[in-house]
């Protein structure tokens, strides 16, 4: 694993998106994924500024629409563990501050659903 991550390589890479509106009014978020029918993955700042300078000259219609439906299932619930996991990677929090948050929000009346930890 050690060489693994030793002979790791980083490759650099960019994506153009854009955020656009529709005559209506709709928000509309875009991704540029093919350029000439090839993909488009531009490998570094100039490629990248080119395309973006020939798209904004351009004018777009849409020609096709494909509605797919999608599907996400929620995460696990938190344990005890990784609620102080999460709070320590997320919100730089140590242990007692994550459970003296987690306390505080229960004597509000917010209901937490974690499995208890065996006293100390």
Known sequence: MEREIKAFVPEE??????????????????????????????????????????LEKARYSVLEREDKPTTSKPGAPFITSTLQQAASTRLGFGVKKTMMMAQRLYEAGISLTCVPTPPT
């Open 13 to 54: 890479f960019w994506e153009v998106d854009a955020s656009t509106t529709t005559p209506s009014g709709e928000a509309l978020a875009l991704q540029v994924t093919h350029q000439n029918d090839k993909p488009f993955r531009p490998v570094n700042k100039e490629q990248t500024q080119t395309a973006v300078s020939l």
